[in-house]
């Protein structure tokens, strides 16, 4: 129920609508000014009608709460959408999240202005702004500690880090963020005295701080829907440029090399590669394969699910990337006779194993028959290629699907079927990736046109 006090001339109104994620309870207030002339049963009548609209539009959410933070709503926000979004988005979106508050979490909503947003994209772009980047101890410890009378484990405890902390600093390794401000405030230093960071051009890509504003501004959107904010700031601020860089592959005479190298790995990891190479699929979709998914006699493969890792929620099952990803593509033979030979070397694994083996389902698997985490097979294929860095230009695991559509290019198939086939949702996506393929397969043709038809004018000239 509405609280109405009298303040002079004025009356105040209050409403109460519950309470905040902190347990504050939440108020709106609006002051009413009676008209000149009103008699005071006039003025009661109207300030009581005057209370009963308010608090009716604090019930159905139709008034502005100006004191709601940032950084308060956007803990409601991750609430409310942690059900909706996919588990890897959440966990990327908690990760950015940090930033973002330390820079706009202690503003309210409604003083959010594009200029704090602007500002806060050219600090992101600034070097040293990485959360991974290490710093290194512009001092030596050791003579720090002699100098004051002090011990390595005092050093630890005053400045509450590990003991192990401490002797890596000693060897003159490189520390965290996190524990290089702990070992400032522990010392009574300045951070910039202390240490400096080991990459003073390490800088947030472009892309990452694009996904910085596309966070602020969904979050903000859900504002305006909720009738907290009259519009998104966003929607007033130029998002951050993203340079379209050419996706890193290699060429068919380069892919020939790697399957000839991949012959003395492991069967299961030479398989995944293989069939990367084949497919174009991506890692969560090649290890979230299962044997039913395979048609051996109509020599297809059904793609249907992703494998997924975090920390906290360990290997697990994710949809595909969005609908058009759920697809079934065709496959070469040589690929068919490589998934025949990798089923006899499972059966023959499952069989040794006994009841020890793991029996998942899934087409790929450890040696015990575990689901594989993503990140193990991408860790093997980097070290795999910088061993035979001599041999080929450095790539990572996911560079095998845009070698996949590069060489489809380059070979004449159509850029609708190139799209198919890995999945995406229209080829103008598929044309916009890989723009450089499709002007080279364009040149390709003008000069093959020109071989077939400049002899014929010549003998009509």
């Known amino acids: 129920m509405a609280t109405i006090r009298k303040r002079n001339n004025t009356y105040q109104i209050s409403v109460s609508c519950g309470y905040d994620i902190n347990g504050k309870q939440i108020r709106h207030t609006m002051t009413y000014k009676p008209d000149s002339g009103m008699t005071e049963k006039q003025i009661e009548k109207e300030v009581r009608h005057q209370a009963e609209l308010f608090e009716e539009r604090c019930q159905n959410g139709q008034v502005l709460d100006n004191n709601i933070k940032f950084a308060d709503f956007a803990e409601m926000w991750f609430n409310d959408r942690k059900n909706d979004l996919r588990p890897k988005t959440y966990a990327r979106y908690k990760t950015l999240l940090p930033r973002i508050n330390q820079a706009i979490g202690h503003l309210k909503l409604c003083k959010i202005q594009p200029l704090h947003l602007r500002s806060f994209y050219s600090n992101l772009a600034e070097g040293g702004i990485r959360l991974d980047t290490k710093y290194r101890c512009k001092i030596n410890i050791v003579e720090y500690v002699k100098q004051n009378n002090t011990t390595m484990a005092e050093l630890s405890r005053r400045c509450n880090v590990p003991h192990t902390t401490i002797s890596s600093m000693k060897k003159g390794n490189n520390v965290t963020l996190s524990n290089a401000e702990k070992i400032c405030s522990g010392l009574n230093m300045a951070f910039n005295e202390l240490f400096e960071p080991t990459e003073k051009a390490s800088t947030l890509s472009d892309k990452t701080i694009l996904h910085h504003h596309r966070l602020i501004s969904s979050i903000l959107s859900t504002a305006v ?38 012959s003395s790995e492991h069967i299961t990891n030479r398989t995944i590669v293989n069939l990367l190479l084949f497919t174009g699929m991506r890692r969560g979709e090649i290890l979230g394969l299962k044997w039913s998914d395979v048609d051996f006699k109509n020599s297809t493969l059904q793609i249907c699910r992703s494998l997924q890792y975090l920390p906290e929620k360990g ?31 499972q059966l023959e694994q499952r069989f040794s194993m006994g009841d020890r083996w793991n029996d998942t389902k899934y087409l790929f698997t450890t040696d015990e028959g575990s689901p594989i985490n993503p990140d193990t097979i991408s860790s093997w294929f980097s070290k795999f290629m910088k061993t035979h860095s001599d041999k080929l230009p450095y790539i990572t695991l996911h560079s095998l699907r845009h070698t996949n559509a590069t060489l489809q290019i380059a070979g004449g198939v159509p850029i609708t079927t190139v ?43």
């Open 315 to 345: 290997i697990f099952e994710d949809e595909t990337k969005n609908k058009t990803s759920n697809r079934i593509i065709k496959l070469p033979q040589s690929a068919i006779s490589d998934l025949k030979a990798y089923r006899r070397w």
């Open 419 to 461: 799209a198919k086939r890995l999945g995406h949702s229209n080829s103008t996506t598929t044309g916009r990736i890989y723009a450089h393929a499709i002007k080279s397969a364009d040149e390709a043709a003008t000069e093959t046109l020109e071989n077939l038809l400049t002899p014929n004018i010549h003998k009509m000239a």
């Open 225 to 262: 829907e909720w009738g907290i904010l009259f519009s998104n700031p966003c929607d007033r601020t130029k998002p951050p440029k993203v340079a379209n860089k050419e996706p890193k592959y290699i060429d068919d005479v380069q892919a020939s090399i790697l399957l000839d190298l991949l």
